[in-house]
């Protein structure tokens, strides 16, 4: 069975930047395309962007161009999502999904990033 | 870039009863698009993928319909774990992947 595990949570300070991992589960995504998504509190889903895993290309919505950066490291098959230059507004979950031409078909739990002074 | 809009924001609707909730796009997106179902606390969940696909394992009072621009979910006969907010999302505009603002389906 395939699982994304990311960690609970994570705190941060305001112009900061976090960096936020997401490890495959019971099966490698060697061939696989890992997106992120960010909900806020009380609010609703908001595609960032996605990294394909086999070439490294990495694809971001317009609105996070320049903040976030999309890595891989194959040796412990963990993705990681940089966001930088954080305010309060980056409060939210941030989750990683695998898709399949875009079908998000298997989520992470989540990630709480709180940016904070 | 596709916007995605969905409605209504609530729906009250009671057990048992049938609930329908709509997403349009602000362009044709063919059939490529997806439905997601999330809990409070949980990620989201797909169930329906290409219009009208069901994802494994999603019970058969899920049901999407629609292409182009105007799209549909139907749960045929509400039961208590399907009160949710439902959220739509398009794949037809690669690489960009948007969702709509989603629909709260509420007990009445």
């Known amino acids: 069975q395939f699982h994304l595990v990311q960690p609970g949570a994570e705190v941060t300070k305001p112009g900061a930047s976090v960096k936020v991992s997401c490890r495959a589960s019971g099966h490698s995504f060697s061939n696989n395309e890992i997106a992120w998504v960010r909900q806020a509190p009380g609010q609703g889903l908001e595609w960032m962007g996605w990294?394909?895993?086999?070439?490294?290309?990495?694809y971001s919505s317009q609105k996070f161009q320049g903040r976030v950066t999309l890595t891989t490291d194959p040796s412990t098959i963990t993705v990681y999502m940089d966001l930088k230059n954080l305010t309060s507004d980056d409060t939210a979950v941030f989750y990683c999904?695998?898709?399949?031409?875009?079908?998000?078909?298997?989520w992470g739990q989540g990630t709480l990033v709180t940016v904070s002074s | 870039e596709i916007v995605m809009t969905q409605s209504p924001a609530t729906l009250s609707v009671s057990p048992g009863e049938r609930a329908t909730l709509s997403c349009r796009a602000s362009?044709?997106?063919?059939?490529?698009l997806a439905w997601y179902q999330q809990k409070p606390g949980q990620p989201p969940r797909l169930l329906i993928y290409?219009?009208?696909t069901r994802a494994t394992g999603i019970p058969a009072r899920f049901s999407g319909s629609g292409s182009g621009t105007e799209f549909t979910l139907t749960v045929s006969s509400l039961q208590s774990e399907d009160f949710a907010v439902y959220y739509c999302q398009h794949y037809n505009d690669w690489p960009q992947y948007n969702f709509g603002q989603g629909t709260k389906l509420e007990i009445k």
């Open positions: 290409d219009a009208s």
């Open positions: 999904a695998r898709h399949e031409g875009g079908v998000f078909r298997y």
């Open positions: 990294i394909s895993v086999p070439t490294g290309k990495v």
């Open positions: 362009q044709s997106v063919s059939s490529n």
